[in-house]
């Protein structure tokens, strides 16, 4: 059960950015109060955090007319970015994206931790069929999609899944693929499929390997890229 990585990713950055924003506005400040009104380190650390925090405590000394206009600018640009670094952590905890993120982080770690289990290639009506028989026959599996619609059922069957593209080698990995004792690849296209034999075959050559083909041209290019068994529904 995992959000993309792109997901992930994109709300560190967004988190990263912000802090990178407050670190920036404090460094300006001290830099700027120790440049035009020749405060001490020090001073120029007190007379900043009581400036971006708006708290109005008394000067260090009285302000030059330069000073005044650096700190209206400071109080400016630190409100807009407090504000936009409230509203990208008030984002995440008011609508549960940050729950949801390590909720998915926690189902990352179960299935690193899954070994001797099966991993299912697309959740088409193949590969569910296959997930309710593994599900009845109490098997350990994980299943690799990339439908968002899918994804969503998924989701709320409380099954193990990866957002992603089963073709790609980083994504089988994820799945867990040296860990593995079983595949088996529904997905609807017969190159795609193939692909994913080929991958997995040399990722572990000790993989019980199950293809799915529509073509019946596919089922000898799916053994000789390693499928132990191909199975043709149509």
């Known amino acids: 059960m995992l959000l993309p990585e792109k997901a992930h990713l994109f709300f560190f950055k967004k988190l990263y950015l912000a802090s990178l924003f407050l670190l ?9 109060y120790m440049f035009l009104e020749n405060y001490k380190l020090l001073d120029a650390i007190y007379m900043t955090v009581i400036t971006v925090a708006t708290v109005g405590y008394r000067e260090v000394h009285e302000l030059s007319d330069t000073g005044k206009v650096f700190t209206s600018i400071l109080i400016i640009f630190s409100l ?3 504000a936009y670094a409230i509203s990208v952590i008030t984002r995440y905890v008011i609508e549960g994206e940050f729950q949801l993120l ?13 070994s001797n289990h099966v991993i299912v290639c697309g959740y088409g009506r193949n590969g569910k069929q296959a997930c309710a028989q593994l599900k009845s026959g109490n098997e350990k599996f994980v299943v690799i999609e990339s439908n968002q619609t899918i994804i969503e059922s998924l989701n709320e069957d409380e099954i193990l899944f ?6 790609i080698d980083e994504v089988l990995a994820q799945a867990g693929l040296h860990n593995a004792k079983a595949l088996i690849t529904a997905l609807p296209s017969d190159a ?3 692909f994913v034999v080929l991958t997995a075959r040399e990722k572990n050559s000790n993989l019980k390997i199950i293809s799915r083909a529509s073509d019946e041209s596919s089922e000898a290019k799916l053994k000789r890229a390693g499928a132990d068994n191909v199975i043709m529904p149509d």
């Open 80 to 82: 807009f970015t407090f």
């Open 192 to 194: 795609s499929n193939v």
């Open 162 to 167: 990866i957002q992603g593209d089963a073709t």
């Open 24 to 32: 920036l506005v404090f460094s300006i400040g001290v830099i700027g």
């Open 102 to 114: 390590f909720k998915h982080y926690r189902v990352n770690k179960e299935i690193q931790k899954l």
